[in-house]
């Protein structure tokens, strides 16, 4: 599972990479929750709640069987 992720945070790297931002997989847990830490201007954006849920969560979710939440450490 861990690899499909990563796959798929590769695939949306770029477009967090293009506002001065990242994103590191920090875990997985065995309950399907994904903890992620986004770095450079997403780690203090007021809007990094709204790229986490409705854009990494969404499509983690529509990707990879069995994640139920994604959680910024």
């Known amino acids: 599972m861990r690899e499909k992720i ?5 695939d949306l790297r770029p477009s967090l ?19 992620v830490r986004l770095t450079g201007a ?4 007021p809007m990094s709640t709204y790229t986490l849920k409705l854009g990494i969560e969404k499509e983690l ?5 069995g994640i139920k939440s994604v959680e910024q450490v």
């Open 42 to 45: 997403c780690g203090g954006c």
């Open 6 to 10: 990563e796959k798929v945070l590769n």
């Open 61 to 65: 979710k529509k990707t990879v069987p």
């Open 17 to 35: 990479q293009a506002h001065g931002g990242d994103i590191e997989l920090v875990d997985v847990t065995d309950d399907g929750v994904v903890k």
